[in-house]
Nanobody, 120 residues
Framework: QVQLVESGGGLVQAGDSLRLSCAAS????????MGWYRRAPGKQRELVAD???????NYADSVKGRFTISRDNAKNTVFLQMNSLKAEDTAVYSC??????????????WGQGTQVTVSS
């Protein structure tokens, strides 16, 4: 059984930092692309950042230069370091493991999400 468990969310002030963690367990392929997504109230879920098993990263334009995604393959954990947080970063952040075959997504496993609230 696959499990993704996020932690590290909370209430912070604008300009503060937070570090999210996602611990993965179960039968997740080692080459799965790990990503962080977020859903703000009244908005669609969006990709924040993802990272391949080789460490290649991809970021949403809105977080470039402020957020950093990393992964520890040995511990099956992915992190999202969020600096210079803004009120518009307020959302539920979810971790996902994207199983790909020959570069094509075959589906994602999702965590339950963690709330990040940034007060201005």
């Amino acid at each position: 059984q696959v499990q993704l468990v996020e932690s590290g969310g909370g209430l912070v002030q604008a300009g503060d930092s937070l570090r999210l963690s996602c611990a993965a367990s179960g039968n997740i392929p080692s080459d799965a692309v790990m990503g962080w997504y977020r859903r703000a109230p009244g908005k669609q879920r969006e990709l924040v950042a993802d990272i391949t098993s080789r460490g290649n990263t991809n970021y949403a334009d809105s977080v470039k230069g402020r957020f950093t995604i990393s992964r520890d393959n040995a511990k099956n954990t992915v992190f999202l370091q969020m600096n210079s947080l803004k009120a518009e970063d307020t959302a539920v952040y979810s971790c996902a493991a994207d199983v790909r075959i020959r570069g094509v997504s075959r589906g994602k496993y999702w965590g339950q999400g963690t709330q990040v609230t940034v007060s201005s």
